[in-house]
């Protein structure tokens, strides 16, 4: 083996520790870190080599013509040892970097999922790329709130994982491209591990000692999911017959006041003004709600007021030389005042700027002058049709079974159902509900099988975390074959590879693996 270290694009492969270097790769959005060593040793008092924060840095082993480690120097440290001898520390992170320092945003509708990435991809213009972007299934809606282009991949992925229960996820390559796939249909890395080695390793084939793990992790089993998204929008028309004396009418649904375009209000065939209930409102109806968080329609309160010195009233009118009403403006509308005996009402049937008659004579006597009255409690007469339409919103909630998988552990006292509860706001659809309760099934309704081993240093090839390999041993029990001792060459995903160098230019590899078939 033997590696070519480039950092803002000068050959550093003479100051590399070749075996202080190591990578961590993950598979998702994490992102691939390295952490590399320079020993710089210079005849000068002060040396030329440095090295600065976010060049680029690229890790090559040429005699496999593979680059280990592609991204940008994150945190560089120095500590002077000596006075001729330097040593530089490298933190590095992958170009996961670049997606997480671009913020997006937009709405997708009726578009496959490989093609969002790419328009987020291009939206983000950071350089990097799409050309390993696998084809995805077709999205209703995803919408993007402004989130980095990492969290937007994610959640084109968990939503495409939802709609075909296949597990997607993705990672930046060395060379900046995006790899986005999911585990069920990635193509082989055409690597394989055994515990029982025949002959010297390969690029193709490695061997794991007897410090290996294998796990069937039953404790986050979901084949029951509920998820409680956000809200859907619909449009509803109650119908109401008057009776005369009614004013407030109660509405069947929780109203969505952020869209008063759609109110419409008909009473007997004629269309009547109509808002919410706020203040300086003055149409003749208006939609509130309680405290009790009852909606209903009522007439509209106390357009107008007044009392005192300006007001005056006859048997059949009443006078307010401070009011500029109008004309004809109050008819049908119902006025209120306070007599001795109290409060008594009355039909308004014209008005003028400053004088309103109403329907017959005061009931109970004239009030008297300078008594307070308020005009807008309009009360339509008996028999009339009210139809009002609002907009009203209704939670989303989607419940997806994994039946097999509760057949499977039937014989347990809870049936062998395993539920589980998800709120995502951001799930503004059923579909999009479904797809994720779907994604947790296909993610955790099976025991979640999953090995740790460590490739001895004689394995000359390369792999990084989402490679598919495959693996063999002697002493796993196998659940596809009724936990028969031994597997054969089953596929697993690499989700984390730590990747260590070794002295003499080798390196160790510490695998975590999930089964995928």
Not at 8 to 17: F, M, N
Not at 73 to 86: E, I
Not at 299 to 309: E, S
Request: net charge negative; charged share 15%; proline share 4%.
């Amino acid at each position: 083996m033997a590696l070519t270290l480039t950092i803002a694009g000068v050959d550093r492969s003479g100051l590399a520790e070749q075996a202080s270097y190591s990578v961590k790769t993950r598979f998702g959005r994490a992102g691939a870190t390295a952490t590399i060593v320079l020993r710089d040793e210079h005849l000068t008092a002060a040396s030329a080599v440095v090295i600065k924060p976010l060049d680029t840095v690229v890790l090559t082993d040429t005699a496999l013509g593979r680059t280990l480690f592609g991204g940008i120097v994150t945190d560089p440290k120095l500590r002077v040892l000596g006075p001729n001898l330097n040593e530089w520390s490298l933190d590095c992170k992958d170009y996961t970097y670049l997606a997480d320092a671009a913020v997006v945003s937009g709405t997708f509708t009726s578009m496959a999922a490989d093609e969002i990435i790419d328009s987020l991809v291009a939206q983000a213009d950071k350089g990097l790329t799409t050309a390993n972007v696998m084809g995805g299934p077709i999205l209703s809606q995803v919408v993007v709130n402004f989130l980095s282009l990492s969290r937007a991949i994610d959640l084109v992925s968990r939503l495409a994982t939802g709609v075909t229960g296949k597990i997607y996820g993705w990672y930046v390559d060395e060379n900046a491209d995006i790899h986005w796939f999911n585990a069920s249909d990635q193509a082989p890395s055409g690597v394989a591990f055994t515990d029982a080695p025949t002959g010297a390793a390969t690029t193709a084939l490695g061997f794991y000692g007897r410090n290996w793990a294998y796990e069937w992790d039953a404790n986050t089993i979901r084949n029951r999911v509920v998820v409680r998204g956000g809200s859907l929008v619909r449009q509803w028309t109650d119908h109401f017959t008057t009776d005369g004396k009614m004013a407030n009418w109660p509405l069947s649904y929780i109203v969505d006041s952020s869209n008063a375009e759609i109110l419409a209000l008909m009473i007997g065939g004629v269309a009547q003004t109509v808002a919410f209930d706020e203040p300086g409102v003055s149409t003749a109806y208006r939609l509130y709600q309680t405290a009790q968080r009852q909606w209903f329609l009522g007439t509209n309160l106390a357009i107008y007021a007044g009392g005192g010195g300006t007001v005056t009233y006859t048997p059949s009118t009443l006078t307010d030389s401070n009011q500029s009403w109008a004309p004809h403006a109050l008819i049908g509308m119902i006025v209120t005042v306070q007599n001795p005996s109290g409060a008594v009402t009355a039909l308004v049937t014209e008005n003028t700027a400053t004088q309103l008659t109403i329907s017959g004579v005061w009931p109970g006597g004239t009030p008297l002058d300078g008594t307070a009255f308020t005009v807008g409690t309009n009360v339509p007469a008996a028999g009339q049709e009210v139809a009002v339409t609002y907009q009203y919103r209704v939670p989303v909630y989607a419940q997806v079974n994994d039946q097999t998988s509760q057949a499977a552990f039937a014989a347990l006292p809870n049936k062998g159902i395993f539920d589980s509860y998800i709120s995502d706001m951001q799930l503004t659809d059923l579909l999009a509900a479904k797809s994720r309760a779907s994604r947790e099934i296909a993610e955790y309704g099976e025991p979640m099988e999953k090995m740790k081993l460590k490739v001895t240093e004689d394995f000359p090839g390369h792999v990084r975390a989402g490679d598919i390999v495959n693996v063999s041993s002697a002493f796993v029990p196998d659940s596809a074959a009724a936990y028969a001792i031994g597997i054969s060459a089953k596929p697993f995903v690499i989700t984390d590879c730590s990747m260590q160098g070794r002295p003499g230019n080798y390196r160790t590899y510490d695998l975590t693996l999930v089964r995928v078939g």
